[in-house]
């Protein structure tokens, strides 16, 4: 199994986004493509030789054939072991457990998180550094920078290897360790929650439904909450990881979990409702005709956290990122701990998590964690409701009720306007930031804006700046709209309008949202000209 030097160039568009490298399948699997990406991490970093990487991915199509491009890589550049899951499946989450709890140098980690999977759709690889985090903005921009000037990969000729079955395999001389994906994740998930008082739950009669969208969280799901928790066998649907993830589409929004959501609105509702995407990263919360916001549920979870034998001492502090509802800043403020506002970008949370300043974070995008792992993680949210439940005694919508009438109610949404032609996206924020400095005191219909800027932020840690990270612009009267273009997408741009509308009235806590931020929304499209700029008159997608 000889290593091979094989001569290469240097191949366009494979800049980082907020998550690592994503784009269709198909452009994956041109000739050096994948090749030329991965050499470029290993370089990036520093070189791989003498170290031990996790790999794994969401099971979507071309995962299997790309892990196998990965080990023979690998074991050319020099690695001393590779920890793989069983049949190639790890969620992000679980991944970034592994890396943690092994000690290894970091791992790859294949997927495209909440975006289709198939021949026809959507692949992505990343690489999470020694921590289990996304990779830092200076490691991706070194990473990037190999990719532009690569002339040669190291790849070992070596037929692919049995990943369905645990043990040890070797690739000239490498370690390959194929392991129980679920088992250490599982493990992991008892030391934090009460699983007595969850399984006094569903013994009690507590029902639940689970979506797992045909994606990662389907084995951990059958595992955790029917295995070890006794919920109801059929209580996790769509539990089967498929490649094309059932031609859906892996993102738990009330969009397309809408069997989920049928179910939750139906008159025999279930007690409780979830779902993940497809690397097991995010979440969706519904109760009986009750949809919770990703925003609201981060302000629940900070809330009740310490109701959790994990959480019982408290929370060092809380991050959002810029775009997701202040309804977690009120909650923070009443607890007495801080509050940080960074980027969207799992990344930006990393460093506030090892310096021990916040234990809870989450994103406007159905993405929430803690100090366990560094990176969202869906499954735990639902763990975390669950425990929260067991704990109260009551209903998600009583829990609703106490944290709005402890705090205020965010009225929140979010448009999405995707596959919008990039040079108009462009054109559009170049114009919004041309208006920025006047904008004060200007009315767009029946708001008058109080201030707007373009957020920058200055990382408390380290002392680095990230700027251009999308506008800001609060009306007087607690309202607000922010404009940001997505990084997460493989074509076009997507443009990202979120409302946001806070109500302390108790007489008003349990108004129709879309009422509610209709004035923001008027506001936010006569401001933006978004119709004029781009064609579109309504969104793709309201969350």
């Known amino acids: 199994m000889p290593m091979q030097t094989v001569r290469t160039t240097p191949i366009e568009g494979q800049k980082p986004g907020t998550s690592g490298l994503r784009k ?71 991944a970034s457990h592994l890396i943690r709890l092994l000690e290894s140098d970091g791992g790859l980690i294949l997927s495209a998180s909440h975006n289709p999977g198939g021949p026809n759709a959507d692949f992505g690889l990343k690489y999470n550094g020694k921590n289990g985090g996304p990779a830092s903005e200076a490691i991706t921009d070194k990473i990037f920078a190999r990719t532009q000037t690569i002339d040669c990969y190291k790849i070992v000729a070596a037929d692919n290897i049995d990943l369905s ?33 969850i399984r006094a739950l569903f013994a009690g009669g507590f029902t639940m439904c689970f979506d797992a969208m045909h994606a990662v969280t389907g084995p951990y799901a059958h595992t955790i909450l029917e295995d070890m928790l006794g919920a109801d066998k059929g209580t996790v649907i769509n539990g089967l990881p498929r490649s094309d993830f059932g031609n859906g589409h892996p993102d738990p929004n009330p969009i397309w979990a809408k069997e989920l959501m049928d179910t939750m609105y139906s008159g025999a509702a279930p007690d409780f409702g979830a779902a993940s995407d497809g690397d097991g990263d995010r979440n969706m919360i519904v109760g009986p005709g009750t949809y919770i916001t990703p925003s609201d549920s981060l302000a629940l979870l900070t809330f009740k956290a310490h109701l959790a034998p994990a959480y019982r001492a408290g929370l060092s502090g809380v991050a959002r990122s810029m775009p997701t509802s202040r309804a977690v800043d009120r909650v923070a403020e009443g607890l007495g701990i801080p509050c940080f506002e960074t980027p969207t970008g799992w990344k930006f949370f ?41 704990e109260t005694k009551t209903s998600v919508a009583g829990l609703m009720t106490d944290l709005w009438a402890t705090y205020g109610r965010c009225y929140y949404s979010r448009l999405d306007y995707e596959n919008v032609d990039s040079d108009k996206a462009t054109q559009l924020f170049g114009s919004l930031r041309a208006k920025l400095d006047g904008l004060s005191g200007q009315n ?48 076009g741009a997507t443009i990202r309008i979120y409302l946001e509308q806070l109500q302390t009235d108790a007489n008003h806590l349990d ?3 879309t009422q509610v ?27």
Not at 175 to 195: G, K, Q, R
Not at 354 to 379: F, M, N, Q
Not at 462 to 487: E, K, M, P, Y
Not at 521 to 539: H, Q, V
């Open 350 to 390: 990393g460093n506030l998590l090892d310096a021990g300043k916040v234990t809870l974070c989450g994103e406007e995008s159905a993405g929430t964690g803690s100090d366990h792992v560094r990176e969202k993680d869906g499954l735990w949210a639902v763990l975390l409701w669950l425990n929260i439940l067991a």
């Open 165 to 197: 079955t645990l043990g040890t395999l070797h690739i000239e001389g490498m370690a390959v360790d194929i392991v129980d994906p679920v088992s250490d994740y599982a493990a992991l998930m008892e030391t934090i929650f009460d699983f007595d008082k």
């Open 444 to 491: 767009f219909g029946d708001l008058e804006v109080e201030n707007a800027d373009e957020f920058e932020y200055l990382d408390p840690v380290d002392g680095s700046t990230s700027a251009g990270q999308g506008f800001r612009v609060s009306f007087i009267g607690q309202s607000r709209a922010v404009f940001r273009l997505s990084g997460t997408g493989t074509s």
């Open 24 to 94: 269709k399948t198909a452009v994956f699997r041109l000739p050096h493509f994948l090749e030329n990406y991965v050499q470029s991490i290993f370089d990036g970093i520093g070189g791989i030789e003498g170290k031990t990487l996790v790999v794994g991915g969401d099971g979507r199509f071309f995962n299997d054939d790309a892990i196998q491009i990965i080990l023979r890589m690998a074991s050319a550049n020099g690695a001393v072991r590779c920890i793989v899951g069983q049949d190639g499946i790890l969620s992000t989450p679980a």
């Open 511 to 513: 108004d129709d949202p």
């Open 517 to 543: 931020l209709h004035p923001v929304r008027d506001a936010a499209l006569e401001l933006s000209d978004l119709a004029a700029i781009t064609g579109r008159t309504k969104p793709d997608v309201i969350t």
